[in-house]
């Protein structure tokens, strides 16, 4: 394969053998440098560690008493006593004193009897070595400590210690440059502004290769200048031993990442069948792997994860490193492309027993999906997609004793789920009110917030639990919020009413089918005798209330149906429609469940009751739970 045919714009490799084969042509080792065992902490160790000493290096006494040989204690009993006379047949010691001959045997103080200063009297025989530490029962001089790459822990470092090891040899950090490129890009929030993009993805990096353990360098932003690229990238080539290149991956006008390693060094592949991080680059200049990662906070992390983080384990030795997976049932479909290999972000729960895989908001950009990622799954090449309650398998980025203390919920979105998360374990996945009904219906979540509203009764919920859930429901009842127009500040449009979404110089946004919100629109259009059809930008859906609130604050439209929380939190208006309930449904099971308790005690609370009232535009009552069938639809 010539150089010309490896930098075709832009390929679809497999990532895995990219990585071999890349790996193959740069041979990366690991290097050494020494370091007191008291700056051990964390670092791998390049070789296997021995002792120098044995511990203890003496025969110790392990109790505080006295030193005797045990021979003179030959038939004492209480009928019995032996009298010994200091310094003649015993002395006294503590605990990690020398015992040296004629002893040879320590005698608890609590056993012995003292009859003045100078005699004492023993009412039971020793034995060779009672109570006495012998040298090297913990560590034998030349004995290994610790095998080589071993990551250090506390432990490792007080073993070293006691036996004689000061000084150790250790691999020595990767040097990583991360060079940010793009005009846009800022790294002071002052800066922030309409264009500009604070550059994230430089900490993320930093913060991944530091807990690898490796050694990051952020340069300064590369401001779409291919020279001042190109001069940097071969600086940074020669002094680290990775050089990472965000972004400009991709095929922009402005896009310099490639133009700039292939014209200094070597373009082993551009473009993998990954999604997202599909514009990855793998490069080498002077030997050095440069890796062009794409702009996009979830791409940048994925392309890190596939590419950056296997290398940099070569440098450090611990390419064994254990991956944590564990087993779960999926909750929703996903589709996928048959090109690509697509990385997934899921929440993960345990539901009566069962794990519960949830599958979090998708796309490049989506930097929270990160945040509330439980795990990973991927779904290989070729594969059209996972279908609902499938077994997968998810690679695990939180700690499996957090995810089984975890409430799963799934539903309504509200500000309040944010409270509850932060006061107790809770993950929070927006479906809207039917569809957390729906989830709860196939024990996919502990609780479903929902708010939807039943045209011929008036009623929240019931009417819809009735339906789906048959008799095995309970409703905890207790918040009710205040739902309305939001609309810009100063409301330019002069929107007062329901009735004025008809009219042609409004722009609408929606929530999603199945939200409480849409819901309750439909019932007020009914009522009013409103055509859908008629409002422009009704079928344009959203999936949150600070989503909408959003689009109306940036121009995305001029008034969204929401909370008055939203508004509040955008600083934008509101028009009062009215309060609905905010109900928390669960199986009944979940009622003698500790982590219901959590959650009531969590909403009864003064410190919750507070947080709304500083979000406003909520009511909270004492709590209430209806069972099905405490009364008739």
Not at 226 to 253: F, R
Not at 513 to 537: P, W
């Amino acid at each position: 394969m010539t150089k010309n045919q490896r930098n075709i714009y832009i390929g679809n490799s497999d990532p895995s053998i990219a990585l071999e084969t890349y790996k193959s042509i740069l041979k990366l080792l690991p290097s050494s440098e020494k370091v007191d065992i008291k700056e051990a902490l964390d670092r791998i160790s390049f070789c296997p560690i021995y002792s120098k000493k044995s511990s203890p290096y003496y025969h110790a006494a392990a109790m505080d008493g006295i030193a005797l040989n045990h021979k003179i204690t030959k038939g004492a009993s209480e009928v019995n006593p032996i009298v010994l006379k200091k310094s003649v047949d015993f002395d006294y010691v503590n605990t990690g004193n020398p015992i040296k001959a004629p002893y040879d045997s320590v005698i608890m103080i609590e056993d012995v009897i003292e009859s003045d200063d100078e005699h004492i009297s023993i009412i039971s025989p020793s034995k060779p070595f009672d109570h006495i530490r012998p040298v090297g029962e913990d560590i034998v001089a030349n004995e290994m400590i610790i095998p080589s790459a071993k990551r250090i822990n506390p432990f490792d470092m007080a073993s070293m210690i006691q036996g004689g090891v000061q000084e150790i040899e250790v691999v020595k950090k990767p040097k990583i440059s991360i060079i940010p490129t793009g005009k846009e890009i800022i790294s002071n929030p002052q800066e922030i502004g309409k264009g500009k993009i604070m550059d994230s993805n430089s900490i993320l990096f930093s913060a991944l290769i530091t807990k690898l353990g490796g050694n990051p360098l952020i340069k300064n932003i590369i401001r779409d200048d291919l020279q001042e690229l190109k001069n940097t990238i071969i600086e940074a080539s020669q002094s680290s031993d990775i050089v990472i290149v965000n972004a400009g991956s991709s095929a922009g006008t402005e896009d310099y990442t490639l133009k700039a390693i292939e014209s200094v060094g070597e373009v082993h592949c551009h473009g993998v069948a990954l999604k997202p991080g599909k514009p990855t680059i793998l490069g080498i200049i002077n030997q050095k792997p440069v890796i062009g990662i794409p702009g996009y906070p979830v791409s940048a992390f994925v392309a890190f994860d596939e590419f950056v983080r296997p290398l940099l384990e070569s440098l450090l030795n611990i390419e064994s490193q254990k991956i944590k997976y564990i087993e779960g049932i999926l909750s929703k479909r996903i589709t996928s492309s048959l090109k690509h290999k697509e990385i997934v972000r899921v929440q993960v729960g345990r539901v009566d027993d069962k794990t519960i895989v949830t599958p979090l908001q998708r796309g490049a950009g989506i930097t929270m999906s990160l945040v509330k990622a439980d795990g990973i799954i991927e779904v290989p090449r070729n594969v059209e997609g996972i279908e609902k309650g499938q077994v997968v398998k998810v690679r695990l980025l939180k700690d499996l004793g957090d995810i089984d203390r975890k409430i799963v919920s799934i539903g309504s979105h509200d500000l309040i789920m944010d409270i509850l998360s932060d006061m107790i374990p809770l993950s929070s996945n927006n479906s809207g009110s039917l569809g957390g009904i729906l989830s709860l219906k196939t024990n996919e979540c502990h609780i479903a917030p929902s708010h939807l509203l039943d045209e011929e009764t008036g009623l929240y919920n019931i009417s819809y639990l009735n339906k789906y859930l048959g008799e095995d429901w309970a409703v905890l009842k207790s918040i009710k919020r205040l739902q309305g127009l939001i609309v810009k500040k100063g409301n330019p449009k002069n929107i007062t009413e329901i009735k004025d979404l008809t009219r042609e110089d409004i722009k609408f946004v929606n929530r999603q089918r199945g939200a409480g919100t849409r819901v309750l629109l439909d019932y007020k259009l009914k009522d009013l005798n409103i055509n859908k059809s008629s409002i422009y930008g009704y079928e344009r859906e959203l999936t949150t209330h600070m989503a909408v609130a959003a689009e109306v604050l940036e121009d995305g439209a001029d008034v969204a149906m929401g909370v008055y929380s939203a508004a509040k939190a955008m600083d934008l208006d509101f028009i009062e429609i009215g309060y609905e309930e905010y109900d928390f449904v669960m199986k009944k099971y979940f009622i003698e469940d500790y982590r219901f308790s959590e959650i009531l005690k969590a909403i009864s609370s003064k410190d919750f009751k507070e947080k709304l009232e500083k979000l406003g535009g909520y009511k909270v009552d004492e709590p209430k739970i209806i069972r099905s069938g405490d009364y008739d639809d």
